[in-house]
């Protein structure tokens, strides 16, 4: 079993950063993928950034690319998000999720097994 937990999520301007933290513990496959995706209110989950945890390779969604970045600390079993220049419409609640096996960075949640408790993250204009 894996376990997610996730902070970091909060309330800012538009043009503010913040970063989301994904602790992870638990059996997790060697080279596990780490996906961070996100739910607006009246809209489906969409992916926003994925990456693997040996070699530390990521996906990005065009929305957010050269936004945001995903990097993880080993020492810490901790993956996180750091969000740059947000905008109102990156208000959402963010999950992170891990696959069960290696399928890769695939931007579909279909491939996630376990999953953190979201946290918001809400930006004003």
């Known amino acids: 079993q894996v376990q997610l937990v996730e902070s970091g999520g909060g309330s800012v301007q538009a043009g503010d950063s913040l970063t989301l933290s994904c602790a992870i513990s638990?059996?997790?496959?060697?080279?596990?993928?780490t996906g961070w995706f996100r739910q607006a209110s009246g809209k489906e989950r969409e992916c926003v950034a994925e990456i693997m945890w040996i070699g530390g390779m990521t996906f990005y969604a065009p929305s957010v690319k050269g936004r945001f970045t995903s990097s993880r600390k080993s020492s810490k079993n901790t993956v996180t998000l750091t969000m740059n220049s947000l905008r109102p419409e990156d208000t959402a609640i963010y999950y992170c999720?891990?696959?069960?096996?290696?399928?890769?960075?695939?931007?579909?949640?279909?491939?996630?097994?376990?999953w953190g408790q979201g946290t918001q993250v809400t930006v004003s204009s």
């Open positions: 999720g891990v696959q069960k096996a290696t399928y890769g960075l695939l931007g579909q949640d279909t491939f996630y097994e376990y």
């Open positions: 638990g059996r997790t496959a060697t080279n596990f993928v």
